[in-house]
């Protein structure tokens, strides 16, 4: 039995750090759950790395392992983000502060805030989510991670959402990924799927075994096929319904009939697959977003 040294940040709630030794050796991997506080298969996954340190089991071969429970208060809530807050996951570039006067930040900004220097001290992360509707599981490579994500026993790997929409910029993993680091996101499953923790220590473990921290075979599952976001469609009024439900990753072709509302039609403006289509969406915010197949 190997002994862990486990430590709970006293100065940071929802962080806690294992390692071989206590000076907490790079690399300094961000393992990160509950972002949105209603995904909790990460936290199964805190759980279990933490039980096996505590049994000296862990198969941890080198550096830190970073525990990071994101959003804590939205997490007690069982909801996405608080009440009077925001998503947590879209503000950790901090541009608010700019554009909003402190007197209006809620719980996620000042804790986007106090995350964001332990997010730029990373080497590497995996940011663990589950999704309001049924989906297969799938990754977001971040930028450079393209290849290590394809690693990751997922079927399909999206990347450049930069490239077509505006959430890329604000997610906690930017911050990784900005400084050339290695970050993949994964949504797990459907939130309250009881596959979405099997799957999210797979991949937690696939990850770190990519790295050659992880000191235990682990099996290779399918490699990813890499999807390029190129598209993002609004939804343009609060009727807009799709023609009939949309699977994640379903094919569709140029000029198909996607949805429509009273006054106008929304067809594909070219051949791809849909990602994450959900027409429940608020008005503004994208339907479904259109990926195709790198070569
Ligand atoms: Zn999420």
Known sequence: ??????????????????????????????????????????????HALHEAAMRGTLPLAAGTLVLIHGNLEA???????????????????????????QSRWGYEHRRALELAPLLDDLDAAIDLHSAGAPTVPFAVALPGAEELSRTLGVRWVTHAWHEASDIADG???????????????????????????????????RFLRSLELWDEPVEPGERGRLLR??????????????????QGFERVREGQLLGRDRSSELRSPADGYAVLPNDAVPVGKNVVYLAREDP
């Open 229 to 246: 976001i190129f598209a993002s469609l609004p939804k343009p009024s609060a009727e807009f319904r799709f023609v009939r439900p949309l």
């Open 171 to 205: 997610v906690a993993l930017a911050r990784v990924a900005s400084r050339g680091k290695p970050a993949a996101a994964v949504e797990c499953g459907q939130h309250h799927d009881r596959q979405a923790p099997r799957v999210a220590w797979a991949i937690t473990a």
């Open 75 to 101: 997490t007690q809530l069982g909801v996405r983000y608080t009440p009077t807050g925001y998503d947590l996951n879209r503000i950790c570039n901090l541009a608010f502060r700019a554009t909003l006067p």
């Open 1 to 46: 039995m190997d002994a862990f040294h486990i430590e709970v940040d006293a100065d940071l709630p929802g962080v806690r750090r294992i390692a071989r030794s206590a000076d907490l050796p790079r690399p300094h991997v961000g393992v990160i759950a509950a972002l949105h506080g209603d995904e909790t298969c990460g936290l199964s996954v805190h």
